[in-house]
């Protein structure tokens, strides 16, 4: 009976030293390692007209291989809203690069673009309105009329960070009137 509890104890004794051991281990800091790749010009993303008309925004990750010369050798892109892929795969593709000892088969590097619009801007009803017909009823003598609004546009800014890239703009303000109003 002794000789039981005694081995219970010393394989006890072993699974709370190799416990406290990795304990110790992890609470050692490691140095900060130099990323391989980095973003010696960036080519500034372009916000897709048609979406920012949806006000369609989000986060697109592109995975890229660069080479030894910073060339992109390859661009994916892994995820993200489908009308905003090709343009920061654009970007991303027409982007200059520094690879510090990569592979001669290249390295590979996720580049995470952010679409989004500004927080301080928004729509509402303001006296330089223009009135514009809406494309739906150009030849339609009924159809409403649309005002587009200029008010609160700012140009677009890019910011990088690392290896990821902000792109805000303004939204574009539509409001619809009716024929009889």
């Known amino acids: 009976m002794k000789s039981i509890f005694g081995v ?20 050692v800091p490691s140095a900060p390692q130099e990323p391989l790749v980095k973003i010696t010009k960036l080519s500034p993303p372009v916000y897709p ?9 989000g986060d697109v990750v592109v995975r890229l291989l660069i080479g030894q010369d ?3 050798k390859n661009a994916e892109v892994v995820s993200g809203h489908p009308m905003l892929k090709q ?3 654009e970007s991303a593709r027409k982007s200059q690069f520094e690879c510090l000892a990569c592979a001669a088969s290249g390295s590979s590097y996720v580049l995470t673009y952010t679409f ?3 927080t301080d801007v928004g729509c509402g009803a303001h006296p ?3 009135p514009v017909r809406s494309s739906k009823c150009f030849y339609l003598w009924k159809c409403g009329r649309r005002n ?14 690392g290896n990821h890239v902000t792109l805000l703009t303004s939204t574009v303000c539509i409001q619809t009137q009716t024929a009889q109003e």
């Not at 007209?49 to 925004?57: G, M, Y």
């Open 8 to 27: 219970a104890i010393l394989r006890l004794g072993a699974v709370l030293s190799l416990t406290l051991s990795l304990a110790r281990a992890q609470q």
């Open 49 to 57: 007209p048609l979406t920012r008309e949806a006000h369609i925004a």
């Open 70 to 72: 910073g060339a992109v």
């Open 87 to 89: 343009a920061a795969l």
């Open 116 to 118: 989004g619009f500004y």
């Open 128 to 130: 330089e309105t223009l």
């Open 148 to 161: 587009v609004s200029a008010w609160g546009e700012r140009a677009p800014t890019t910011t990088q960070s």
